[in-house]
């Protein structure tokens, strides 16, 4: 794993020497680092080093380009957009700028560490709500909620 990501890191941080070295400390020391990205849309918002997305939104300023061209497309000012398992925001944030004021963002996410930082990149929006509850189909009466993450 360690080796397929220094390969994917190599160009990328001879573009950002200083951000790269603040990437390496937490991805070897295995240490948790919260960081300020900008967002595709010239937003900015908070990200957890070293997790895979997170560096790739930090270094390049770019994430899943496919899917905010998608979002792009689909909605529209006014609408209301509900992100399940919104993360850290990246989503609810496209979200948030394409709907704009008029529309209304509400973002669930369960992992109460994940909750703190989309908190902290939702709070400026008015019309974003969070809400610290699973999405489910129904059919469960109870679900274990596992962390991926750093």
Known sequence: MKASIVYWFGNRAL???????????????????????????GERMFVILPDYGSIK???EDTLEPDVIVFMQQALKPGMTVFDAGANIGYHSITARSLVGDNGTVVAFEPMPYLHEILGKNLSR??????????VIDGKEQKI???????
């Open 144 to 150: 274990e909620l596992k962390f991926f993450g750093m």
């Open 125 to 134: 929006y008015e019309n974003a709500t969070i809400d610290e509850r699973a």
């Open 57 to 59: 939104l930090f270094l």
């Open 15 to 41: 573009r950002h020497p200083i951000k790269a070295i603040d990437v390496v400390y937490s991805f070897y020391l295995n240490v948790e680092r919260i960081r300020e990205a900008i967002h595709p849309l």
